[in-house]
């Protein structure tokens, strides 16, 4: 017996070295930089970062769900061509929503939120606090509010005049992607195994559809049989709120355990064999590289908080736009005319 526990401890010695070098490296691979900074609003709008905040916990306390909610916008937004507030643009005669994608129709939600955030900061600072930049700040807000780790945003994002619905559809993983297809989704993104599972431990907190996971219930290999990578006492309980047909929008916490709470217990789940989607339970079936991570981010919370405020930051660098080029839109919704 001792043998293999030998093994685990020296896999998790080798997991945390190569988890802080990347941490100190400053290649690629680890980390991007861009000219944004944590101090870009500092003179330009000093009390941005506070209303912020401050309309995150108005909503966060008239909605516990609202959290995941927008935390969920920063993500959808970033793997579209870049964390530039495409995600927040409704249709017009130019524009195609990416509302409307497969991931975020009938489910992405918080856009009111934005709008109010964004009011109060064209009260405090006309034209100076761009979309992109908020739900960065949102993310990190709303992290935070339920128990996660905190980061210093860069800012310094400005909004696209543009979206795109094709690629919203093509580049956002969707609860029935393979390992293999998530893994290549966020590399197109710069972002790497590390990033990846330290990425979806954001689903600690959130709810999902029934119609989401039923097939995981009733017909997973089309034989009318359930995911055998789903505990089964697990699949008995969530079939009592998610029956063969019917009830589609009835909702089931991702992390039933502490389902309101931004912690490690995702991990946790999925070493048990709980985890509610298909995409969540894979990186812990599917590759041994991404089970080691479960295993480690699940046995040590301090270092999954921090590799996720590390990855958060590097996703909100990707593909922004700078400088000259966007513009700050005055209504998040729509692009200045």
Known sequence: ??????????????LVALFHLCMSSQTK???????????????????????????VAKAHSNDPRMAASLLRLHFHDCFVNGCDGSLLLDNSGTIESEKRAVTNVDSARGFEVIDDIKSALEDECPQT???????????????????GPSWEVYLGRRDAREASLIASNN??????????????????????LIDLVALLGGHTIGNSRCKSFRKRLYNHSGNSDRDQTLNQNYASMLQQGCPISGDDQNLFALDYMTPNKFDNYYFKN???????????????TKSRDSMELVKLYGANEELFFEQ???????????????????????ICRRVNH
Not at 30 to 55: E, G, H, M, R
Not at 273 to 284: A, M, T
Request: with cysteine.
């Open 1 to 14: 017996m001792a043998k293999p526990v030998m093994c685990i401890v020296l896999t998790q010695i080798v």
């Open 308 to 330: 996720y405020a590390k990855s958060m930051v590097k996703m909100g660098n990707i593909s922004s736009l700078t400088g000259r080029n966007g513009e700050i839109r005055r």
């Open 270 to 284: 999925l070493m048990t064999f709980k985890g509610l989607l298909s995409s969540d339970e894979i990186l812990y």
């Open 171 to 192: 580049n956002i993983p969707v609860v029935s992607s393979t390992f293999e297809t998530i893994v290549t989704k966020f590399n197109d993104q710069g972002l790497g």
């Open 129 to 147: 606090v761009s979309c992109a930049d908020i739900l960065a700040l949102v993310a990190r807000d709303t992290t935070v509010i339920t128990g």
């Open 29 to 55: 691979e680890c980390t991007s930089t861009s000219s944004l900074s944590p101090q870009f609003y500092d003179n330009s709008c000093p009390k941005a970062q506070a209303i912020v905040q401050s309309f």
